[in-house]
């Protein structure tokens, strides 16, 4: 299926998730109401909430109430976008300014509090006290990844495994979420709950692997942010981390000091850039992303085919040759 085939196959689902995304977020403070609206209606691709009602359907669901709770995915992933465009003092996202840009700090980091302790309000409505479980062990878990990003900025002799734990808790550990607790809305055993879990953690690890190499090779128009703010915010990413490991001493050092906190420069971005395309290091990362694609595939295959799966592997598909 085509990238577009697949847009328009789940266009009903993404209105009407876009609708509780707007009808659940409600606050008597105007501001709250105001800076959630910037960040969650200015665009975004609505992954997280998608895998949430693709696996409820995949579970057999049978109730009213899947786009309504996959918010809970969204608010959670949106509160993380406003405090990550404090931390790295961010100004574009989704091509528009950035909240603490227009807002201040203070707003966004608060808002993104809000955010947080409304998904939660959410998840216990659904009444089961192991939705929260999984629900609060992620969201722990994704704090730790913001810690380690940050302990790892500018760490040039960072290991691909300690790469692999920051997007996991960042990026994976939320998507895992939403697709194991979409199944728990459905008749799966312990086992196949698991099995949605784990196909969502190696699709959240495609998707930031994806986003990681999109950096580095497609334009700021096409991204919808800034290419080459990874760099410049001391984030070592799979592309650079496997031009460092192959390219010659001479360039390695040269690398270094072109990413260096102290000695980075925007204009040469295009260097370092050209330096990881040479090594082929945005192919490297596809490359990687397409295997845990696969191995997400694998785990929905254990399924039945029934409505939801064929769109799920769909799904994979689509996060893995994205351009944005």
Request: net charge negative; aromatic share 8%; with cysteine.
């Amino acid at each position: 299926m085509t990238q577009q085939n697949f847009l328009t196959a789940i266009e009903k689902d993404t209105e009407q998730i876009n609708h509780y995304l707007q009808a659940n977020l409600e606050s008597h403070v105007g501001l709250i109401s105001k800076i959630g609206e910037h960040i969650l209606l200015g665009g975004g691709k609505r992954i997280r909430p998608m895998l949430f009602v693709l696996c409820a359907r995949l579970a057999e669901y049978g109730g009213t109430s899947e786009y309504y709770f996959s918010t809970v995915f969204e608010y959670l992933h949106a509160a993380t976008l406003l405090h990550d465009d404090v931390i790295d003092h961010a100004e574009v996202r989704r091509s528009t300014r950035t909240a603490n840009v227009l807002w201040g700090n203070s707003a966004a980091v608060l808002v993104g509090d809000f955010l947080y302790s409304k998904s939660f309000n959410m998840a216990v409505e659904m009444g089961d006290l192991r939705v929260l479980e999984v629900l609060s062990n992620s969201t722990n878990r994704m704090a730790e990844g913001m810690v380690l990003e940050l302990i790892h900025s500018f760490d040039f002799n960072m290991s691909v495994d300690d790469y692999l734990e920051v997007i996991i808790s960042k990026t994976a550990v939320l998507m895992s979420a939403a697709c194991r607790i979409g199944g728990m809305l459905g008749n799966l055993t312990e086992e196949q709950e698991k099995l949605l879990g784990d196909f969502g953690m190696d699709l959240g690890i495609a998707f930031q692997l994806v986003d990681d190499a999109l950096d580095y090779s497609v334009t700021q128009q096409e991204f919808g942010k800034p290419v080459g703010k990874d760099v410049e915010e001391g984030k070592v990413t799979l592309p650079l981390l496997r031009t460092l490991e192959v390219c010659t001493s001479e360039e390695r050092k040269k690398l270094i000091e072109w990413c260096d906190k102290e000695t980075f420069k925007p204009e040469r971005f295009s260097e370092i850039q050209t330096l990881v395309r040479n090594y082929k290091g945005v192919e490297y990362s596809l490359e990687r992303a397409r295997e845990y694609k696969d191995r997400a595939r694998n785990n929905l295959l254990k399924f039945p085919d029934v409505p939801g799966r064929q769109l799920l592997i769909d799904l994979a598909d689509f996060v893995v040759e994205r351009r944005f």
